[in-house]
C-alpha cells in the first residue's frame, strides 16, 4: 500500500499513531493547532502543513483525532477545513470520540465530493497508542474500511468494522459507557484497601488476576499507587464522551443511571481543578471525601 498520508491532531494519543505509519515509510503530511506537539514527527521526516485544507490537498488518506466534536466540525467544516481541499477517491478517517451524528452529517458531505469517510474511533489509552495495541471500531462504508485496514493494523490489534456511518462511535459510547463506570469501581477497590491496612501493591496483584480482573484496574491501578495522575485519557475528554453518551441515550428513551451517576463523579474531579489529569485521578476525589 502506497500513498501519502495526511494526519491532523498529534495529541497523547495521535502522535504514537502517526509515528506508527510514519516508521512504515509512508509519506506523511501533518497539522496540529500547536505546531510545536508535531515536533517530533516532523523531525522524523513527517511535512508540516499549516491548515487541514494543506493537508488534504495533498493526502489519499486523512486521519483527524482531535479533542471534541467542534474540534472535528472545525477542521471538517471550516474554512480552512479538510473538505476546502479534499480530492475525489480520497478516505477521510476521524478516530475522534465524537458524536455519531456529526460522523453520519461528514459521510454525506463526502459522499457528495466524491470522496468516503470512516468513524473510526479507538481504545487503549496512550498505552495502546503507543504499543500500537488498541482497539478500533469503525463505521462507514466497508469498502473503505478494507481499503485503509493495513494502516489501522500498523496502530491497533483489534480492528472491527461496525456497520455504516456513525456506528463506530456508537461502539465507542457503549466502551465509555463501560470503562467510565469501571473506574469508580477501581478507586473504591483501592482506598478500601489502604483504609483496611493491606498492601495496595499485594491486593493488586492478587485481585488483577482473578474474576474481578480489568484492564483499568491492571493499569491504572499501579499508577495510582504511585501516585502518578498524568493522563493516558483526560478526564475533560471522558466527560465529554459521557454527555455525548447520555444525549444519545436520552434520544432513544433509554434510562442509564449508573452513567448518570459516574458522569457526577467526574465532574466533581473538574471542579477540583483535575480536568487535564488522567482518569486515575478519580482516586483523589474519593481521598478528599473520605478525608
Avoid at 508540516?48 to 486521519?63: G, I, L, Q
Wanted: charged share 20%.
Amino acid at each position: 500500500m502506497s500513498a501519502e498520508i495526511g494526519w491532523i491532531g498529534t495529541g497523547v494519543m495521535g502522535k504514537s499513531m502517526c509515528m506508527h505509519i510514519l516508521k512504515k515509510g509512508y509519506r506523511v503530511f501533518v497539522y496540529n493547532r500547536t505546531e510545536e506537539k508535531a515536533g517530533e514527527l516532523i523531525k522524523k521526516g513527517a511535512e508540516w502543513c499549516n491548515s487541514p485544507e494543506a493537508v488534504a490537498a495533498k493526502s489519499r488518506y486523512v486521519f483527524t483525532i482531535v479533542g471534541y466534536p467542534y474540534d472535528v466540525r472545525e477542521v471538517m467544516f471550516g474554512d480552512r477545513g479538510v473538505f476546502k481541499s479534499v480530492s475525489a477517491g480520497s478516505v477521510l478517517i476521524d478516530m475522534t470520540t465524537s458524536e455519531p451524528s456529526l460522523a453520519e452529517e461528514i459521510y454525506g458531505k463526502a459522499r457528495a465530493l466524491g470522496a468516503s469517510s470512516l468513524d473510526a474511533p479507538v481504545s487503549g489509552g496512550d498505552v495502546g497508542a503507543r504499543e500500537a495495541k488498541l482497539a478500533i471500531m469503525a463505521g462507514g462504508d466497508r469498502k473503505s474500511f478494507d481499503e485503509v485496514l493495513p494502516l489501522f493494523k500498523l496502530m491497533g490489534e483489534n480492528i472491527s468494522y461496525m456497520g455504516g456511518a456513525g456506528a463506530g462511535q456508537h461502539t465507542k459510547m457503549s466502551n465509555q459507557i463501560l470503562i467510565s463506570t469501571s473506574m469508580i469501581g477501581v478507586v473504591e477497590s483501592l482506598l478500601y484497601a489502604q483504609k483496611a491496612g493491606l498492601d495496595q501493591r499485594e491486593m493488586l496483584d492478587i485481585v488483577g488476576r482473578g474474576a474481578a480482573a480489568s484492564w483499568s484496574f491492571n493499569n491504572y491501578g499501579p499508577r495510582i499507587i504511585k501516585g502518578d495522575y498524568n493522563p493516558g485519557f483526560f478526564i475533560k475528554h471522558f466527560i465529554k464522551d459521557m454527555g455525548i453518551a447520555l444525549d444519545e441515550a436520552k434520544k432513544m428513551n433509554l434510562s442509564l443511571p449508573g452513567l448518570a451517576l459516574a458522569n457526577q463523579f467526574y465532574i466533581a474531579a473538574s471542579a477540583m481543578g483535575l480536568e487535564n489529569a488522567g482518569t486515575q485521578a478519580l482516586y483523589k476525589v474519593l481521598e478528599k471525601l473520605n478525608s
